[in-house]
């Protein structure tokens, strides 16, 4: 298995608080990513890296920051959590060298719920 | 926008074959992939093809590509109840560096 944790597995947290999940990884890869996977949804990016200090917004990024200082961590915050932000993150990592390159391999994800 | 389509659903008997079917809508896809999804856990690569293949097997696991029609099937041979999950197909978003577009997921249920 690829060499990514996630902290916390699990959270519980009030609406209006701030909340930041983080992904940690061994393989040194460039690429990494944020998800969340929502009933009826399947996995919807959130954010992405290509890189230390270099993100981009994917489909679903409103509400939600990143950052990337150093290549093994990739940290998701939600500045405000809102009910609707209640969901299941993965986090998943990838790299143009190695292999089939645009392959993505996931953490275990974190399950949050927003009361 | 790219999409991908896949049915929710798929209920087999053990010992039976699955085929799992997706199609997809972006031609400049490099690569495509099949994960599988157990409850509680994240998403594990099952397998992928490059998209100048047509069939891949690996064990128990073929998948068939037909670029004509955009159609990518996930077929498991003898499949038994600990193939139940959810699988999700996903093609490389083109143009991007590398970004996957998942499709929903189809739930196999596999009764004894």
């Not at chain 1, 405000?80 to 996931?106: K, M, R, W």
């Amino acid at each position: 298995d690829a060499g990514i944790t996630q902290s916390p597995r699990h959270k519980v947290t009030e609406t209006g608080t701030p909340v930041t999940l983080r992904c940690h990884q061994t393989e040194n890869h460039r690429y990494m990513y944020w998800y969340r996977q929502d009933p009826g949804h399947g996995l919807r990016l959130i954010h992405y890296s290509y890189g230390v200090k270099d993100t981009d917004k994917g489909e679903v990024s409103d509400g939600y920051s990143v950052s990337r200082s150093k290549t093994e961590d990739f940290l998701l915050t939600l500045e405000s959590a809102t009910s609707s932000q209640t969901s299941v993150y993965f986090c998943a990592i990838s790299d143009p060298l190695a292999g089939a390159g645009e392959t993505q391999y996931f953490g275990p994800g974190t399950r949050l719920l927003v009361l | 926008g790219e999409d991908v389509e896949q049915s929710l659903f798929l209920s087999v008997r053990e010992g039976d074959s699955s085929v799992i079917n997706c199609t997809y809508t972006d031609s400049s896809s490099t690569y495509l992939y099949w994960y599988k999804q157990e409850p509680g856990a994240g998403l594990q690569l099952l397998t992928y093809i490059f998209s100048n293949m047509d069939m891949k097997q690996d064990q128990r696991l073929t998948v068939l590509l037909n670029k004509k029609d955009k159609h990518l099937s996930l077929r498991i041979a003898d499949t038994q109840t600990g193939d139940s999950a959810i699988y999700f197909c996903a093609e490389t978003e083109g143009g991007s560096q590398g970004n996957l577009i998942f499709g929903k997921g189809t739930k196999l249920s596999v009764k004894p």
